[in-house]
């Protein structure tokens, strides 16, 4: 292994950033941007041809002592669950700024591409990172950006919308930058040195109580983003405030981070106390699948529609992450790549109508397949994405997070499975007032049909869904080795738990038995 | 014993070729260019199919050509791949959707002549014929599912192809949504079995495996039978989710012809004769099957037999003979619920075709009431559509006497006496509904309106050419399946036997019926015969002899009449029940109610967040104690959730 890989991955997108500055006109601000985004994602995709799929480990490791006195460290390292994840975001920061300098965002060009690649930095900084300190040091980094894109090129409540975002997220972090402070402190206890070191970290062991304090400071700063009910709300309000780009990097990646965060730190860390907890987790992601859902139909704004319907979908990732088996973790993971994918998508289009009549409101629409059909028929399989259709890459998600629930609780399949339908009910009813019928508001007649540019940023997402729903396994395959391992992890704390429970009933009824010889 | 046959894989790949092309080059390539592609991908299937299917004949019984895919979905020891299996069912099947589908496909050309959106039509038409192939061909319960709802996504989009009507519209996604409910079942029933074989660390999905384990799946055998049922009563348009169907109608005819009876909707009878050794482990789901199967046969005859659309009519007329399959497959004669398929394919097709002719003549009338004595306009339209006529009322010699005869012979055979019952008098307002279609089309007095009578004609030769093909296959359709003793007798039945009759090793079943029609089921037969003439002399009577009688019975069973006008109100039921409450918990309870009321309220009460313009920060300094309020909530609330999920487990 070695190299310098993930540094140059993280790091190409902030010297990206600096380079926007030195521009000059608006034009070549595009460009250049547009450029400096596609070498991370060329370098994500060379990742993952030289990637071991049967690896369980990090790959292209790399570590440094960074504040040696405080153990902190300078550690990357990539995963068959990272991979995936560190792709979709490369190329959703590059679709996303073709998309944007396609006149979507007029202002401050040069300023919103410094803002994106900062923003870059930051979600594959988080992705990449093995010492929890330097997650930290990331996850706050790529708030900022998010909070400038929102607050300066977003429209109608944007300040409202920001503050909710940046207050809600903050609570969560600064929640969990205790419970790491107290982690490390408790590795000096237990190893004799400050760490910060993901898998030196995984060796302390606390008491259930302090385990089950730190579990939930963690667990809400991750509940907060992905965002679990009920403490979604942040995010209607930050969607459709947000620019299109930015919502395509808040929904595609940034609500991973929560996810991922359960996954990479959050479960490992404590799994036995995961365990105890996935009875509630499990309630609450079922609770989002259809909350989120039949909110979603009520919902008389395309994004905030969109928006809602993701707190339905993420629901699923949660219930397929707290199922602790191999189908719904993998499950879990790769309906995170389709959210990224369809929902990036839905908000792209979504974008496309709003520059072309300035609204969401979906009683402003009605007909467009008359005026515009690619651009109709184009959000039809993007709709067939988002609710699952099989041979589109929602359904291998769903159905592996369906399966594994359903082997472990067959209840909460049971009800998660409403949520295929109520998916379909509020997308298709939405499309059917948005495309069909006749045309009744005129200036809708003449909109002009999908630019070449708009094609180009949405057909590769658009091939993404055909081969991700017919072709799943070069990705299952790469994620299943580093899966298991967390799995086994989980399990390892189950037996531990089970052999509790045997001596404690040992004990007690042994206690019985003396009470009842005296 | 199975053989590779790797130009299976050409039976998906020409249709596949032809929604590319339809796609992206149909609008540049005009009309003719389409028009020719799009009915020739089909035939092309259907040649390759038949090739199969005579490499399959000179195999022993029981045999089938396999062409593995690609590997699919996999994780942990959970494992689907992709890949194709023709097998003497799935052979019939593949018949019947390339050849009945590709004589649709020819007759498309001339019905949508004059409409703009060709290109659009077949491509939707081209991606049905590739996903019911799909289901078809799938050798696993996974991949089965793809054509499931991929059939689901073609009749939505065809229901709603002339979309600028906001009703089509509408009667589209409703459809899907119907059958996606369904769906529910189909998948739950996918997960119940494959959780049954995960306890057993078997993990497949796979039709011969699921097969072999049989014994494995006996203890959830019952519920997941129902569960995959109740998605057949979405697909195949069956109490309690027929309702989609009748509005399917609003499509144009040949979709109605090919989907919406022919081939689509019959998806669920075929599911459950490639399940049989699950059904077989069942008998209580197979009771519930051919229960539901014949009360929606009746149900639905009964509606039938006072709608005035020629369609809805036919549509009706559809869930019905459904429901005779449903009772077939439901008794035990799964090969005699596929016969029925089959030549009701022929017939129903041949039905709905003719009656688009008709409408096409008529300039898009639909309304039985605007028709009568076209048969010396349409002579062609009129001879075959009283064949198919002839063949639906199960008349002998014509195809569906041989077909419904099995079933009737089967249901009473088994023990279902009443069952049987109920389908004999079924079978008498089958032919009384249809023979009333016939009187109110073709004969009597004009009442076409004199604008659309100047231009009345008889349908151009692309159009006629695939009537009379299926009219042949309707008379003659039948002969495969004779009566035992009777030349080669239940040739079909034969056929079938080695892949839905083939009794399962150590596992406690029921016993698999023989269809072979023996003396006793002569007087059966009469007696379902003698219910059909009833009913042809009936609507003889009523529409032909006393024309003014069916007007005067109304008015005295007005009540009756009108319930059965009103489809039985179910609609509207569904509406009250079901549509309006999922409406209010939306938009009231939840949207309103909870998420604006309860959660955003307390997010603002805390001051933490400012209202706009950044006005409210005064706010923030009586903050604190709202803060610890909404945490405080917030935990009531994941309290609340914890106790719902202790609830329901």
Redesign the interface.
């Given at each position: 292994m070695g190299g310098f890989w993930l540094t140059g991955l993280i790091f190409v997108p902030a010297l990206g950033a600096l380079g926007v500055l030195l521009q000059g006109d608006d034009d070549s601000v595009w460009r250049s941007a547009f450029i400096y985004s596609l070498i991370p994602l060329a370098i994500s995709l060379y990742l993952f041809a030289i990637f071991d799929p049967a690896q369980a480990s990090y790959q292209f490791v790399e570590r440094y002592a960074w504040i040696p006195e405080f153990g902190i460290s300078y550690h990357l390292g990539m995963d068959g669950i990272s991979l995936f994840l560190v792709i979709l975001t490369t190329l959703l920061i590059s679709l996303s700024i073709l998309y944007s300098g396609g006149g979507d965002i007029e202002m401050r060009p040069r300023e919103f591409c410094f803002m994106m690649l900062v923003l870059e930095t930051g979600l594959l900084g988080a992705l990449l990172a093995v010492d929890l300190f330097l997650f930290y040091v990331f996850w706050e980094v790529m708030l900022v950006p998010m909070y400038l894109l929102i607050g300066i090129w977003g429209h109608g409540?944007k300040?409202?919308a920001t503050?909710?975002f940046v207050?809600?997220t903050m609570l969560g972090s600064l929640l969990m930058l205790v419970a790491i402070l107290y982690l490390a402190g408790a590795a000096r206890a237990q190893l004799g040195h400050l760490t910060f070191d993901l898998p030196d970290l995984y060796r302390v062991s606390l008491p259930p109580t302090e385990s089950r304090w730190l579990f939930a400071g963690f667990a809400l700063a991750f509940a907060i983003k992905v965002p679990m009910?009920?403490?979604h709300?942040?995010l209607p309000d930050a969607h459709t405030e947000a620019p299109t780009g930015g919502s395509v990097m808040l929904a595609g990646i940034m609500l991973k981070m929560g996810t991922y965060g359960f996954v990479r730190f959050a479960i490992p860390l404590f799994p036995a106390v995961a365990i105890e907890a996935a009875?509630?987790f499990?309630?609450?992601a079922v609770?989002g699948i259809v909350?989120g859902a039949?909110?979603a139909?009520?919902?008389p704004n395309l994004k905030r529609l969109v928006a809602y319907s993701s707190v339905s979908h993420l629901g699923f990732v949660m219930l397929g992450i707290f199922a602790f088996?191999?189908?719904g973790l993998?499950?879990a993971i790769y309906q995170m790549l389709n959210h990224g994918v369809s929902t990036g998508a839905l908000f792209l289009l979504v974008g496309m109508i709003y520059v072309r009549r300035h609204t969401f409101d979906i009683s402003e629409f009605g007909?467009l397949?008359?005026s515009v059909p690619i651009y109709a028929a184009v959000f039809m399989v993007v709709m067939?994405s988002s609710i699952g259709?099989?041979?589109l890459n929602g359904?291998?998600g769903e159905?592996?997070i369906?399966?594994?629930t359903?082997?472990h609780?067959?209840?909460?399949?049971?009800?998660a499975?409403?949520g295929?339908?109520l998916g379909?009910?509020y997308m298709?009813?939405t499309y059917?007032r948005v495309?069909?019928?006749?045309i009744t508001k005129s200036i809708n007649a003449t909109l002009k049909d999908m630019t070449a540019r708009e094609i180009a940023v949405i057909a590769p997402l658009i091939a993404l869904m055909l081969f991700m729903g017919?072709?799943?396994?070069p990705l299952?395959?790469r994620m299943?080795p580093s899966v298991?391992l967390l799995l086994n992890r989980v399990a390892a704390a189950q037996v531990r738990l089970d052999r509790q429970q045997i001596s404690t009933v040992a004990a007690l009824d042994l206690q019985a038995r003396s009470g009842r010889i005296q | 014993m199975t053989q590779n046959f790797p130009a299976l894989a050409l039976i998906l790949l020409f249709p596949a070729i032809g929604v590319l092309f339809n796609l992206f080059y149909g609008g540049r390539a005009g009309r003719g260019a389409v028009n020719f592609a799009g009915p020739a991908v089909i035939v092309l299937a259907f040649a390759v199919a038949v090739s199969a299917f005579v490499a399959l004949l000179r195999m022993p019984p029981g045999a089938a050509l396999t062409c593995p895919l690609w590997p699919w979905i996999a994780a942990g020891p959970f494992r689907v791949d992709l890949g194709l299996r023709f097998d003497a069912l799935s052979a019939v099947m593949t018949l019947v959707v390339t050849g009945v589908g590709a004589l649709i496909h020819i007759y498309s050309a001339g019905y949508m002549a004059e409409d703009d959106d060709y290109a659009r039509y077949f491509t939707y038409l081209n991606l049905f014929a590739l996903s019911m192939l799909v289901l078809v061909l799938a050798d696993n319960l996974l991949q089965m599912f793809i054509g499931w709802e991929g059939v689901g996504l073609c009749s939505y989009l065809l229901i709603a192809f002339w979309f600028d009507n906001p009703q089509y519209a509408y009667n589209g996604r409703k459809a899907f949504i119907v059958n996606r409910i369904g769906d529910l079942g189909f998948l739950l029933g996918i997960l119940t079995l494959a959780g049954a074989l995960a306890r057993h660390n078997v993990w497949t999905l796979d039709f011969v495996a699921l097969r072999e384990h049989a014994a494995l799946l006996a203890p959830v055998a019952t519920l997941a039978a129902l569960l995959l049922f109740f998605g057949a009563t979405g697909k195949s348009a069956q109490i309690p989710l027929y309702v989609w169907l009748p509005d399917a109608m609003v499509g144009p005819t040949p979709v109605s012809a090919l989907i919406h009876a022919a081939t689509m909707v019959t998806a669920g009878v075929y599911m459950i004769a490639r399940l049989n050794f699950l059904y077989l482990m069942a008998p209580e789901a197979m009771e519930v099957v051919a229960t539901v199967g014949v009360v929606t046969a009746f149900f639905a005859a009964t509606i039938a037999i006072v709608q005035a659309d020629i369609k809805r009519v036919l549509a009706y007329s559809t869930i019905s003979q459904i429901g005779y399959m449903m009772l077939g497959v439901g008794v035990g004669a799964f090969s005699a619920g596929v016969f029925h398929l089959m030549t009701h394919a022929f017939f129903k097709g041949l039905l709905f075709l003719c009656s688009g002719s008709v409408i096409h003549a008529l300039h898009g009338e639909q309304d039985m009431n605007k028709m009568g004595g076209l048969r010396r306009k349409l002579p062609i339209t009129f001879a075959t559509m009283l064949i198919a006529t002839l063949a639906i009322s199960a008349i002998p010699p014509f195809a569906g006497f041989f077909s419904k005869d099995q079933i009737l012979d089967a249901a009473f055979g088994s023990g279902h006496v009443w069952l049987w019952l109920l389908g004999v008098v079924t079978a008498g307002l089958t032919s009384f509904y249809m023979f009333r279609l016939i009187f109110m089309t073709f004969y009597g007095d004009s009442r076409v309106e004199p604008e659309r009578e100047r231009h009345l004609h008889e349908s151009p030769r692309v159009m006629t050419a695939p009537l009379i093909a299926l009219a042949v296959l309707s008379v003659v359709g039948g002969l495969v399946g004779l009566p035992k003793g009777l030349f080669w007798g239940n040739a079909f039945g034969r056929f079938l036997a080695p892949i839905v009759n083939h009794p399962l090793a150590g596992v406690a079943a029921a016993p698999v019926l023989e269809v072979e029609a023996g003396a006793a089921s002569v007087l059966l037969g009469v007696v379902s015969l003698s219910a059909a003439l009833l009913g042809i002399l009936m609507a003889w009577l009523l529409y032909r002899r006393n024309p003014g009688l069916t007007d005067r019975l109304a008015a005295r069973l007005a009540a009756l009449h009108g319930l059965l006008w009103r489809k039985y109100y179910i609609d509207e039921i569904y509406d009250v029940l079901v549509s309006r409450p999922l409406f209010w918990i939306s938009a009231v309870l939840l949207n309103r109610g909870v998420d604006r009321g309860v959660i955003d309220a307390m997010v603002d009460g805390t001051g933490l967040t400012v209202e706009e313009g950044g006005e409210a920060v005064s706010k923030a300094e009586s903050g604190n104690v709202q803060l610890y309020a909404f945490v405080y909530l917030l935990g009531a609330l994941a309290i609340v959730a914890y106790y719902v999920y202790r609830v329901m487990r």
């Open positions: 409540r300040i409202y503050f909710k207050l809600f009910w009920p403490v709300t942040w009875p509630l499990l309630a609450l609770i909350y039949l909110v139909m009520a919902q088996d191999p189908q993998q499950g007909g397949w008359k067939l259709l099989p041979g359904f291998v159905f592996l369906l399966l594994g359903f082997l609780s067959e209840r909460a399949a049971w009800i499975v409403t295929v339908v379909a009910l298709m009813w059917e495309m069909w019928g006749p017919l072709y799943p396994r299952l395959d299943e298991d | -």
